[in-house]
């Protein structure tokens, strides 16, 4: 098994989860990634692991499901997990990251690990007869999407996802802003703008009219819940935005000693403080558009962008119809998909698509028979989503109790239970591959 080298395509999250357990697991693999000689809509360094979006990778609470996720991915040995733990910025429950030293880290870990060989080109075209790992991402090139469907005989789904503005932290107006999170005064990882009954009415009208990047080409757009523009929430009604991103629940601005009507959080973007994310504010509005609307909150009167928030096209294949339960293709047993193409939505989940491809790659080469983990664990239950067959209306998904196999058990007891059961089904599941001691 140590004689064969392994493809790896794409050096996302994912594609370094892959990559990084196959070489621990000693074998060699080929990564290749195709920035800096091409680059896409949405990124802007050639580091391994660039986090587009958010610098946030969600909560950490084991009570969560999101907190489950981490924690089976740290008995994974997840180096995006580790990583992101070495590099992270204050946001209450939430992981966050510095994502420059996030990257940083995560490229000088592949680049100098003895069996991986990095290779700064384009990926097209599969041979089947290679163990190889898809994990390209959301932007996927053109050719080699083009080449995945016409391998699986399906066309490629699409949705479309929006990137919140950065701004310089020395541009906030201070006399109109409060450090603090939901329901912990005297926290500093947020820092919060208010704006009152009017100004907020006045900034939705200003939203539903405002001038959007190609309007027309994006008129039947589908974006994913998780992450809709916001002038796209604001079409849903004049108090949808004070019941979501601008949600002032937990909050008390200590210039009027009241809740506010409403109020957007900034959170920091990397460790030194200097520049903070737009929370909740992915957008679609023009540059200019963005300058002239957000400028109506208060605190962000005068701001300095440092990154306007944009849009760009998400790839993920019908991953019911195209995949095996081990994440290979259909008819190829030996290409495997991993990360969002397979419609997992998140960079945590992402991530551990991309050791389940790396696992089941293993077992392949070894002659085994790989079993993904049960649905009661969060792992498990990702894959039972992307995989089940009677699907119809395939869309991406986060990881969510939703997913989780149903407990039998009365209400006051079900979250306990759960634990258990998911603890006792993913340690059993480690042990019958000696993944993790």
């Keep these: ?261 409403a109020l957007l959080q900034l959170r920091r973007e990397n460790l030194k403080g200097n520049a903070y994310n737009l929370v909740g504010f992915q957008t679609r509005l023009t540059y200019t558009e963005q300058k002239r609307i957000f400028c109506m909150i208060p605190a962000l009167a005068g701001a300095e962008y440092l990154r306007f928030g944009s849009i760009h096209r998400n790839t993920f294949f019908d991953s019911p119809k195209v995949l095996n339960k081990d994440l290979s293709i259909k008819g190829f047993p030996l290409v495997f998909l991993a990360g969002q193409v397979t419609g997992v939505e998140g960079y945590m989940e992402s991530a551990a698509m991309g050791i389940v491809a790396a696992l089941a790659a293993l077992a392949k080469m070894s002659g085994r028979v790989f079993s993904p983990p049960g649905p009661d664990t969060a792992t498990g239950a990702l894959i039972s989503y992307i995989t089940d067959e009677h699907t119809t209306k395939f869309q991406p998904m986060n990881i969510n109790f939703g997913i989780m196999e149903p407990l039998d058990a009365p209400k006051k007891l079900r979250q306990q239970a759960r634990l258990e059961k998911e603890s006792l089904s993913f340690e059993t599941w480690l042990k019958s591959f000696d993944v993790s001691s």
Excluded at 13 to 33: K, M, R
Excluded at 188 to 217: G, W
């Design 1 to 261: 098994m140590k004689e064969t080298r392994v493809s790896v395509a794409g050096g996302g999250l994912a594609g370094v989860e892959a990559a990084y357990c196959l070489a621990q697991s000693g074998v060699p693999v080929n990564l290749f990634e195709m920035r800096p000689v091409k680059s896409t809509p949405a990124h802007r360094t050639s580091l391994l692991g660039e986090l587009v979006c958010s610098n946030s990778l969600k909560g950490t609470d084991p009570l969560t499901a999101h907190g489950l996720l981490k924690k089976e991915l740290a008995r994974l040995g997840s180096i995006v997990l580790k990583t992101a733990q070495e590099t992270r910025v204050p946001a209450g429950k939430a992981l966050a990251v510095d994502r420059d030293a996030f990257g940083q880290a995560l490229t000088d870990i592949v680049q100098s690990h003895p069996l991986i060989e990095i290779h700064r080109k384009e990926f097209t075209c599969i041979e089947p007869g290679i163990p190889t790992i898809i994990a390209t991402g959301p932007l996927t090139s053109d050719k080699l999407t083009s080449f995945l469907a016409d391998m699986t005989g399906t066309d490629r789904l699409s949705f479309y996802d929006a990137i919140s503005p950065i701004i310089d932290a020395e541009s906030v107006d201070m006399n109109h802003a409060f450090f603090g999170s939901r329901w912990e005064i005297e926290s500093t990882d947020y820092l919060n703008c208010p704006l009152d009954k009017d100004r907020y009415y006045a900034f939705v009208e200003e939203l539903i009219k405002s001038d959007r990047v190609n309007p027309r080409s994006f008129e039947d757009t589908r974006f994913f819940d998780a992450c809709l523009p916001v002038e796209v929430i604001a079409l849903r009604g004049r108090d949808s935005l004070r019941f979501g991103p601008m949600r002032p629940v937990g909050f008390t601005d200590p210039l009027t000693g009241s809740r506010p009507y």
